[in-house]
């Protein structure tokens, strides 16, 4: 449920920054889980992402994540060096037409219908790979052209910048009006960029809300 307050500062916002990004991360804020991660595993279900070694391409991007967790969730990105763009994307539609819906958040949904109700211009800016963010996003309500993810273009060469901490900020265009996340690590540089702040939290708390609440920001709840 969207507190009056914000209701009331997202309307007046609008009129003052018409057009301006509202910044939605995706995993944890817009649906429960992490689709990106969801899908590297479903490509390695497939044995399209294999490893020349023969070991579990999974397991290793989960060590490069433990190691750095802007290079990690790059690396899933790198790990589809090689395969056909048209075919990733059209897998990643089919994924994502079966495992966003169920589970997106009642709370970040109602929030992104109001930022664009009041003139704002919603962005989704996920750390995961692009192609699951561009078939996944748009079943959240946000345009294609307004989805960001880590992109490897299907080389090993990364493109910057990492949608991960200050590469949220750095991937939209313009101040931020407002940010919405639910991540202290991956989603606090675009919070404090934003003029509105909301964290995304389930009801036993996070280090982000607790964060927010300090701070005296906004805080949705993840579990709707």
Do not use: N
């Not at 910044?23 to 817009?30: H, I, S």
């Not at 060590?63 to 790059?74: E, F, I, L, T």
């Amino acid at each position: 449920m969207i507190p009056a307050e914000l209701d009331a500062r997202v309307c007046a916002l609008g009129r003052e920054m018409p057009g301006a990004p509202a910044v939605f991360d995706a995993d944890g804020t817009l649906w429960r889980e992490d689709v990106g991660e969801a899908f590297l595993r479903h490509l390695v279900s497939l044995g399209w992402v294999r490893l020349d070694d023969g070991s579990d391409p999974y397991q290793a991007y989960e060590r490069a994540v433990d190691r750095d967790k802007a290079a990690g969730y790059a690396y899933a990105a790198q790990l589809q060096a090689g395969l056909d763009a048209a075919r990733v994307a059209a897998e990643a539609e089919k994924f994502a037409r079966s495992w966003v819906p169920p589970r997106l958040v009642a709370d970040t949904q109602g929030l992104r219908a109001l930022c664009e109700q009041a003139g704002l211009a919603p962005f989704v800016v996920s750390a995961s790979a692009l192609p699951i963010v561009l078939a996944a996003g748009p079943l959240a309500g946000f345009p294609r052209d307004r989805c960001r993810g880590s992109e490897g273009r299907f080389t090993e060469q990364v493109v910057q910048p990492i949608t991960y901490a200050a590469g949220k900020v750095a991937a939209v265009p313009g101040r931020i009006a407002l940010a919405c996340g639910d991540s202290f690590s991956g989603d606090l540089p675009m919070l404090e960029a934003a003029r509105i702040a909301v964290a995304v939290a389930p009801a036993t708390g996070s280090p982000l809300s607790t964060e927010a609440r300090k701070r005296g920001w906004f805080v949705l709840s993840q579990d709707g």
